[in-house]
């Protein structure tokens, strides 16, 4: 029995043309990825099965090469989550009808602009040796040391405690010498919860393409003055995903 096939959307961009934007293997299949449109406003779409999609390396994969495949010739793209199909060509026009107030609006806040991401990631080494000097951990780590663990249990609390402020300190220090120095040169700009304990920043901005190479060389700068102590992994162009929320809307309105 043949899958029911539906209307899978990627991204939305502002165009009255329809546009073709070659195909793509989804779902072991070679699909065509087409426009669907309300007024100015167009739905990147492919057809595809109509079923609940996990996201998986490999599908998120395809639905983030379809919109960098988008953002090389459209100057204002609003990306949608991962996963969303709908029945029909209609209910989709339908979608797009609902979500055209806010597609309006957004459509010059992110023309001509990209997200970049940027993650510092303190070295081992490094950070080791700043807990070694900071006099205060240093003793009351001794002092854990000597106790047993009943004996010690609030005195191991106390350490956790002081080993937090300390890299809490460590992140306001990139967030002053790195952070900043970047949010100038952007747009918009968010500093993001970090993952793991070496994470010191997790930073996205968006910048307008034009100042992208201006951006770069701070980054290249920033990275010589901090390289011995610090990994940049720096990312993109992606669409404006840490700055647009379209996924509540999609919800909202289906």
């Known amino acids: ?13 502002q165009t009255n043309e329809e546009k073709n934007f070659g195909t793509i293997e989804f779902e072991g299949e070679e699909r065509s990825i087409f426009t669907i449109h309300y007024k100015d ?9 109509v ?24 100057p204002s793209v609003v990306p949608i989550s991962f996963g969303n199909v709908f029945q029909t060509r209609e209910d989709t026009e339908v979608l797009l009808e609902n979500l055209y107030p806010q597609l309006a609006r957004l459509f010059p806040e992110v023309e001509n602009k990209i997200e970049i991401g940027l993650k510092v990631v303190g070295k081992k080494e490094w950070l080791e040796n700043e807990v070694n000097k900071n006099n205060k951990v240093m003793k009351q780590k001794e002092t854990v040391s000597r106790k047993s663990e009943d004996a010690g249990y609030f005195d191991r609390i ?21 952070h900043t120095p970047l949010v100038r040169l952007s747009e ?6 970090t993952v793991g304990e070496k994470m010191l920043l997790n930073g996205a901005y968006l910048i307008d393409r034009d100042n992208e190479q201006a951006f770069d060389e701070k980054v ?15 990312t993109g162009p992606w669409p404006a995903y840490n700055f647009i929320n379209i996924k509540l809307k999609v919800e909202e309105t289906t």
């Not at 106390?158 to 790195?178: C, P, R, S, V």
């Open 158 to 178: 106390k350490l956790g405690e002081m080993a937090q402020d300390f890299f809490n300190n460590l992140k306001a220090e990139i967030e002053k010498d790195i």
């Open 41 to 49: 406003a167009a739905m990147v779409a492919t057809e595809a099965p």
């Open 51 to 74: 079923k609940i999609y996990t996201p998986k390396k490999d599908h998120l994969m395809t639905h983030q090469n379809v919109i960098s495949r988008v953002m090389e010739s459209e």
């Open 220 to 234: 290249n700068e920033l990275h010589e003055r901090w390289k011995d102590r610090v990994e940049f992994k720096y």
């Open 1 to 13: 029995m043949a899958e029911e096939l539906g209307i899978y959307v990627f991204c939305c961009i």
């Open 188 to 193: 918009s700009s968010k500093s993001n919860d």
